[in-house]
């Protein structure tokens, strides 16, 4: 997956049949699924892959035990059917996560034990593993540092864990296999119209060159997220808003505040939410919340009651509390709900079910939904955009596909996240002795992964790298902070850029890790 590549299409006045804005989750799940159909797809983002939402979630393929408190039994079924098939289909980029409930009294042990057997039966051939009663001493086994008093037992069940931003970067690629392009930096600057007033193309501006470009196609999707909003008055300056964005924060901590592979999950908080603690790449993440905002940012800063908020609610289930001190990172992702009906509606009671309209042009919608039904959400939105075309139809199969980098075999290391592709990062490590070493001692990160991710997966600038092919901006703000310049000088040599675009990268990534700081909260 090579940008320069890429952009060749755009000069060769190819005309598309699909053409894609937005390159999270949505966006680059229907460019999968169009360029396997065998249309023509172009994709372009005017960031970097999953740079938004997609890659700041609770790094969750589930089906969401919360909503069957909410009655909402289809998106259950839904979200299990599609996290089995992303098993299925990825194999080398989920895994199967134990997650446990403490109860404090009888009533809730009853209460969550049937909600979890019925999770259970809704599972189906989907299952993960069955659910299963724990004792006290089990629990507290499973679970060290987990709040002993009036502690009267559990209850396990089992989810999907995965890297949000990897699993990005795999459907890119996956979709570049299958024959379409796929731009990041590339902005959407105006959408054009026929005399008619429906859609004929896009004009767009590189952000990495500057140079414009203006392209047709036959279809044209929005899958811009929280950005919708903006790209529909690209199309229709009067169009009402279809958005009602939410803010949710999670909180990196060292695992020692929960040292077990096993995750918590606090089934309800004090506003009726549900609060979930972590293993994740030896850290451990509490989230999250769900804050109605009015301003789209692409760093949105935590709030501080949200802070308060998650570190008094595991507080109260944690032996040793954790505290302002103890955060090595903060992470805030936007959810792009559908508008609320109700003026004072809150963000926990509006669907997470998706949303797909076309405007009078004939431009494509598609708003909602979460990580776990991507697929479903991008078969189902280009089945709508076709109905709506001269395009012949041709049938998804996507259920079907594996994704760039499938193998069964799993590597007992973090290298199990390139898949298939391990061996050839390796062949590219051992090709030069210096490219073995690691770009810091507490991580297992090697010099020649810096290669591999701007040869291979696009990566343009220090953000890419250190926030999503690496996750130290996740992980750990000081340390990503502390390898930054020697990794902007390993990228500088391999691109070919100069010590001004070092230092300018080295800047701007300091003021974007400001947004991962515990001191960004206000």
């Not at 049937?114 to 006290?136: A, Q």
Request: hydrophobic letters at 40%; proline letters at 4%; aromatic letters at 10%.
């Amino acid at each position: 997956m090579n940008r320069k590549t890429n952009l060749q299409y755009l000069s060769n006045g190819q005309k598309w049949d699909i053409m894609v804005i937005g390159g999270g989750a949505t966006g680059l799940g229907i460019a999968l699924d169009a360029a396997s159909r065998g249309y023509k797809t172009f994709l372009c983002e005017k960031g970097d892959f999953a740079q938004g939402t997609s890659s700041k979630s609770t790094k969750l393929i589930h089906g969401g035990v919360r909503y069957l408190k909410q009655g909402n039994i289809k998106l259950v079924l839904e979200a299990l059917k599609e996290r089995g098939i992303l098993f299925k289909n990825a194999p080398h980029l989920i895994h199967n996560q134990e997650f446990i409930i403490p109860f404090y009294t009888w009533w809730d042990f009853l209460l969550y034990s049937i909600g979890l057997r019925f999770y259970d039966t809704l599972s189906g051939k989907w299952s993960m593993g069955k659910s299963k009663n724990l004792s006290r001493i089990s629990v507290m086994n499973k679970l060290p540092n987990v709040k002993t008093e009036k502690l009267k037992g559990g209850i396990r069940y089992f989810d999907g864990q995965f890297d949000d931003a990897r699993l990005a970067i795999s459907l890119a690629q996956t979709a570049v296999d299958y024959g379409a392009c796929l731009i990041n930096y590339m902005e959407t600057t105006a959408i054009t119209k026929t005399g008619e007033g429906k859609i004929r193309g896009i004009e767009l501006i590189d952000h990495i060159t500057g140079q414009t470009y203006s392209i047709q196609g036959k279809i044209l999707i929005n899958a811009t997220g929280v950005y919708s909003n903006a790209i529909a008055k690209l199309d229709d300056a009067m169009a009402k808003p279809h958005l009602s964005p939410s803010q949710g924060i999670h909180l990196v901590l060292d695992k020692s505040f929960l040292p077990s592979s096993s995750a918590l999950m606090i089934p309800e908080t004090p506003d009726g939410r549900v609060l979930f603690a972590i293993p994740w790449q030896n850290k451990l993440i509490l989230g999250t919340t769900d804050t109605p905002v009015n301003d789209i940012e692409l760093n949105p800063a935590p709030l501080k009651t949200e802070i308060d908020f998650i570190l008094n609610t595991a507080s109260s289930y944690l032996i040793h509390k954790p505290a302002y001190k103890d955060i090595e990172s903060i992470y805030v992702g936007l959810r792009p709900l559908a508008a609320r009906t109700k003026e004072n509606s809150s963000t926990k009671e509006i669907s997470r079910s998706h949303k797909i309209w076309v405007s009078d042009s004939g431009m494509v919608n598609i708003i909602g939904g979460k990580w776990t039904t991507y697929r479903i959400m991008a078969e189902e939105t280009l089945n709508f955009a076709l109905k709506k075309s001269d395009l012949p139809f041709l049938a998804c199969l996507t259920t079907q596909i594996k994704l760039h980098g499938y193998t069964e075999d799993k590597p007992y290391d973090y290298t199990a996240i390139y898949g298939s592709d391990r061996v050839s990062v390796l062949k590219l490590a051992h090709s030069d002795e210096k490219l073995l070493e690691k770009i810091h001692p507490e991580y297992p990160f090697i010099q020649a992964e810096i290669l591999w991710a701007i040869r291979n997966e696009m990566a343009m600038n220090l953000t890419d790298l250190l926030g999503r092919r690496f996750r130290w901006l996740f992980l750990n703000v000081a340390i990503a902070r502390e390898v930054a310049p020697g990794v902007a000088k390993i990228m500088a040599e391999e691109m070919g850029m100069g010590e001004n675009w070092q230092n300018d990268q080295i800047k701007e990534f300091y003021e974007t890790s400001n947004h991962y700081l515990a001191a960004a909260a206000h």
